[in-house]
């Protein structure tokens, strides 16, 4: 299992700010596999919303808020090299 922390670095390493994708351990050919959709908010024809407060109307609105499906998938020897060569728990 990989700590907060370690999961938080590999995050970082990827820029990505998103705590809240899954980084996984599986057995894959590729060393890193990053999948998946960024979320946030998007207009009707799919168009990214920098700023959605300066969308909110009362009634109607052409936004709406899709989820981020990221996923992080590394193998078990990219990881070793990983921990290695960053150093990921020093600060």
């Known amino acids: 299992m990989l700590d907060s922390k370690l999961r ?3 995050r970082e390493a990827f ?6 994708v899954p980084v996984v351990v599986a057995a894959s050919t590729k060393p890193v596999e990053i999948s998946g959709e960024i979320g946030g908010y998007f207009t009707l024809a799919g168009e990214p919303i920098q700023y959605p407060s300066g ?16 996923q992080i998938a590394i193998t078990p020897e990219w990881l070793r090299l990983f921990i290695r060569s960053a150093r990921p728990y020093s600060s």
């Open 55 to 70: 969308y909110a109307k009362r009634g109607w609105s052409n936004m709406t808020y899709h989820t981020d499906s990221r």
């Open 15 to 20: 820029d990505i700010r998103n705590p809240q």
């Open 8 to 10: 938080r670095k590999i």
